[in-house]
């Protein structure tokens, strides 16, 4: 996928705060924000979670390695959304062996401790060995079905987010077998309330907003707002492209999670 936009006006800036008067323009979007970034600081998703909750509509392009992932203050956990479900099938099979393997270990247990008592005295029969060597299995097996029944969890999770979000493969990712799936996004595009969009070097990261020495664009150019509209959502709603999907990174995130 490619695209030549020819013949559009635009600002440039190069320098340091290159990303300062985008920030400014979110900060007084009205209708809508999208965002295209591998890299994410979770100070700066708190913008997008602000305007998202004064009714604007956000969209994200992002990668699996984002900073925020990184970090302990992860706002990625208020973006993507856990939710706990019960498997009453399960959790009736779970009650089913924990209470079978209680009731098995008392009373075959009391039945093997009484054979056991006959075993041990001289007027014991070999029918009543065969049957101290039942009880016990029997007591065994309940302990067994006890013990089983602990491991068995009836509950599942899936997730969702608050707003439409691709995540893509990055060829950083930790697992080789992710590496091999990369679409390794590297574009940054800003685009707010359709009238102005930020192209350049520029990550959704403090760092590069305010700190590095970056390049960015701004245009207001309509026509070209548009066709870049289009690949921005060419890629968020493609499932064509590598990506994760919500569960498969809602797992990873959550599992990752300290206490």
């Known amino acids: 996928m490619s695209k030549e936009?020819?013949?559009?006006?635009?600002?440039?800036?190069i320098g340091k705060g290159a990303g300062k008067m985008i920030l400014d323009d979110m900060?007084?979007?009205?209708?809508?924000?999208?965002?295209?970034?591998?890299?994410?600081?979770?100070?700066?998703?708190d913008i997008?979670?602000?305007?998202?909750?004064?009714?604007?509509?956000i969209e994200l392009v992002t990668s699996d390695e984002i900073e925020d992932h990184k970090h302990t203050d992860k706002n990625s956990y208020q973006i993507i959304k856990q939710h706990k479900h019960v498997d009453e099938e399960l959790k009736s099979k779970k009650q089913l062996f924990h209470w079978t393997g209680i009731v098995g270990m008392i009373v075959f247990g009391f039945f093997a401790a009484a054979k056991l008592a006959?075993?041990?005295?001289?007027?014991?029969?070999?029918?009543?060995?065969?049957?101290?060597a039942l009880f016990a299995l029997l007591t065994l097996i309940g302990r067994f079905m006890w013990k089983h029944a602990d491991g068995i969890n009836f509950w599942y999770y899936s997730y969702s987010s608050l707003f439409p979000i691709k995540i893509f493969y990055s060829y950083f990712s930790r697992k080789k077998n992710d590496r091999s799936k990369a679409f390794n996004l590297h574009?940054?595009?800003?685009?707010?309330?359709?009238?102005?969009?930020?192209?350049?070097?520029?990550?959704f990261t403090r760092s590069g907003c305010l700190l590095n020495h970056e390049t960015r664009i701004r245009i207001t150019d309509p026509e070209a707002?548009?066709?870049?509209?289009?690949?921005?959502?060419?890629?968020?709603y493609n499932d064509h492209y590598n990506h994760r999907s919500l569960d498969e990174w809602g797992r990873e995130l959550y599992e990752g999670m300290v206490g």
């Open 5 to 13: 936009i020819n013949t559009v006006v635009g600002d440039i800036y």
């Open 27 to 45: 900060l007084q979007a009205k209708r809508s924000i999208q965002v295209m970034s591998p890299y994410l600081s979770a100070g700066l998703v």
């Open 48 to 57: 997008l979670l602000d305007r998202f909750r004064l009714g604007v509509a």
């Open 118 to 132: 006959g075993v041990l005295s001289d007027s014991i029969e070999p029918s009543g060995v065969i049957q101290f």
């Open 187 to 203: 574009s940054k595009l800003y685009i707010i309330d359709d009238r102005i969009a930020y192209l350049g070097s520029v990550n």
């Open 225 to 236: 707002i548009d066709q870049l509209k289009q690949e921005f959502e060419e890629l968020l």
